[in-house]
C-alpha cells in the first residue's frame, strides 16, 4: 500500500501558477503510476495528468495541455503538478492517485479513476477571474 498526501494548493488570479505536490509513503514508489484528479462542486471528479512509473510516460487532459505539466522524483517519493495559464474553470479539489494495475502502467485506463486503488484527501485549488 501507498499513502498519498497532496499539498500546494491555494488561491490565485486567473493566468497565474501554482506547484502542487504529493508525497508518497509507505510501498516502493515507484511501482506506481500517478495520476492527478479534480472535482469542482457538483460536477463529476475528472482526470487532469498522470505519469508513468519512469517518468516518461505523461498524459493529459485536453483541458490542461500546454498549461500542465507533471513529474516525479522517485528518490524522494514525491510527484508534482505545475499548472499555469490557471482559469477559472480550473477551480476544484485536486487528488493525487496512485495506481500499479497493469491496464494504468500500459497506458490504457490512466484516466479511469476507479483504476486507482489509492488516494490522498485533495488540495483546494481556487482561481479567482
Known sequence: QV???ESGGGLVQAGGSLRLSCAASG???SNYVLGWFR???GKEREFVAAIGWGGSSTYFADSVKGRFTISRDNA???AYLQMNSLKPGDTAVYYCAASERSSVRLGRTYGDGTKYDYWGQGTQVTVSS
Open 27 to 29: 510501498d516502493t514508489f
Open 76 to 78: 524522494k517519493n514525491m
Open 39 to 41: 472535482q469542482a462542486p
Open 3 to 5: 499513502q498519498l498526501v
